[in-house]
């Protein structure tokens, strides 16, 4: 029942609701307009009978329909806007850079529409971005044990207290203290369902989560406990091995991962990651068959706090796992990205 295709009273449903999860496997055509959109369109409603769902964008195309211009729906689903794109590439090219937003404006974007987009996707302005980032290689600096005056000013940062702070607040470290320190790296991903965060050293992947992810920044503090480690916006050279990998699981290719993984948990935790990382693609476990298939039937509890703290989303599947019944269960990204994963995985399986 997971994987059939819903009834159009569902698909209904979903589009008055603007339900994330059907966006990129259904779409809809308004008779009345000859138009086709998302489910998630921000449009106002169709009536009932006035609309016709499809599977792909092509079925929509034949019957005549012509895409429309508000949701974009031939583009690739969670496609970052173009000026987002574009100032992310120019962060990357120059992340030393004190960037402005008169830089903003030289570049041809208006400061505030940029704003609004960074802000919707990040949660934050690419002001803030591009300061993490400067602040990402001080404190990289400062464990290499550079001054910290020199790394202060290089940062940018006219006032030393200033710096100190800025610092403090994102390492949970004063500068001084960082001299030694193993430093880890962390940079987004774009995926087609949302923004991920990876943190990495040189030699594995320590968490891979989405953004809004509740449990976030829990799961960082409890990293840099176990590792005594430091964190600066940045790359690693796990990161950009997890970015190609997860570039071609989302547009079908593979679902295989070899990027080396590093998180941190129980014995009995990793036991369970290990137990996921055998489902495979396009199927589902239970958490009493992943009990027992662990070797321990009566750990169904413990199998499932267990799978909730997995700190490494999609490479180790905890998504794979569903209710007894078929039902979907709570998923820490968010069960419309449960679902779109398990959908997705089904139909790479299917080619």
Not at 28 to 52: D, M, S, W, Y
Not at 273 to 296: F, K, Q, V
């Amino acid at each position: 029942m997971l994987f059939q295709r819903p009834d159009d009273d569902t698909l209904y449903d979903a589009l008055i609701a603007r339900d994330p999860g059907y966006d990129g496997f259904a779409y809809v055509g308004v008779r009345t307009t000859g138009i086709f959109c998302r489910l998630t369109c921000a449009a106002r409603k169709p009536k009932r009978e006035n609309v016709q769902f499809f599977d792909t964008t092509a079925e929509c195309l034949h019957a005549g329909f012509r895409p429309c211009q508000r949701c974009r729906p031939m583009m690739g689903t969670g496609e970052p806007e173009p000026l987002v794109s574009a100032l992310v590439d120019a962060l990357e090219r120059e992340p030393e850079r004190r960037w402005l937003e008169a830089d903003i404006v030289a570049m041809g974007f208006d400061a505030s529409t940029v704003r609004r987009a960074f802000k919707k996707r990040f949660g934050m302005s690419f002001l803030e971005m591009a300061r993490l980032r400067r602040l990402g290689q001080a404190a990289e600096r400062l464990t290499s044990g550079d001054s910290v005056v020199d790394t202060q000013v290089e940062a940018g940062f006219d006032s030393g207290s200033g710096f100190r702070a800025a610092v403090t607040r994102l390492l949970g470290e004063a500068p001084a203290k960082l001299r030694g320190k193993t430093m880890l790296k962390a940079d987004w991903i774009e995926t087609p369902i949302g923004p991920m965060i990876a943190v990495a050293d040189r030699h594995a992947l320590h968490i891979l989560e989405f953004l809004e992810r509740k449990a976030l920044a829990t799961e960082v503090a409890k990293m840099q406990a176990v590792t005594g480690s430091a964190i600066a916006f940045g790359r690693a050279a796990p990161i950009d091995q997890i970015e190609a990998e997860l570039g071609a699981y989302f547009a079908g290719k593979s679902a295989d991962f070899a990027t080396r993984l590093a998180p941190q948990g129980t014995a009995f935790e990793r036991q369970v990651w290990d137990g996921l990382r055998r489902i495979p693609a396009g199927a589902a476990a239970t958490y009493s068959g992943l009990a027992t298939e662990i070797g321990n039937p009566a750990a169904v509890r413990a199998v499932g706090r267990a799978n909730g703290a997995n700190p490494i989303a999609v490479v180790i599947p905890c998504h794979r796992v569903v209710g007894v019944s078929g039902d979907l269960t709570g998923y820490g990204g968010g069960l419309w990205r449960k679902r779109w994963l398990l959908e997705h995985e089904r139909r790479m399986a299917a080619r």
